[in-house]
């Protein structure tokens, strides 16, 4: 079974995706959806396996937080340092999508060494005036994150693949960001 939010191709219970969301929770970065999926998926196929041998999801809890386990495989792959051989011409490139997704969001966003994305009116306030806008980054070397546009700001890493539809799910949470539907993250 799947959920409705999983990524296209992938099968995951929704046990397995809600168990998921849970673990992400506490992580301190943002998933995207098609991150959540893929990791749903690892952990429905790691329960299978245990079911396979007899041992039922609810056996695994004693031991380890499979849910947790599935979350920091698939955060390594997607993290800071996962792409050693990543280009500055494949990060430009993912700029690119990522402005044009966000504009096809309703925000206006320009290059200025990371992607500027302009507050909005339901913004948490942000930097030494409250006014900042956005800035998100694109690590060459694999990762996204977001901050206010302001040196010494807090940064919200934000794991994504580093691909087309990454940067559009990407856009996503800068959107929800910006509108006001995550709250002030960077509170302390």
Known sequence: M??????????????AYAAVEKAAESQGS??????LAETAELLTDL??????????????????????VARNVVTKKYGR??????TMAKAVSLQGHLITALEEVGLTARISGPVIVDRGPDTP?????G???????????GGWA???????APV??????????GASQVADIIRAFVRGELGDLFRH
């Open 156 to 165: 919200a890493p934000i794991v994504a693949p580093a691909s087309e539809a």
């Open 131 to 141: 006014d900042a806008d956005i800035e998100v980054h694109i690590y060459v070397d």
């Open 2 to 15: 799947s959920t409705p939010d999983a990524a296209e191709g992938l099968a995951c219970s929704a046990e």
């Open 146 to 152: 977001f901050a206010f546009a302001e040196y010494g």
């Open 81 to 86: 340092f996962s792409d050693p051989e990543g």
């Open 30 to 35: 943002l998933y995207v959806p098609i991150v």
């Open 47 to 68: 329960w299978a396996a245990g079911a396979r041998r007899g041992v039922a999801p609810a056996d695994w809890a004693s031991v380890i937080d499979l849910a947790v």
């Open 125 to 129: 306030r942000g930097g030494f005036h």
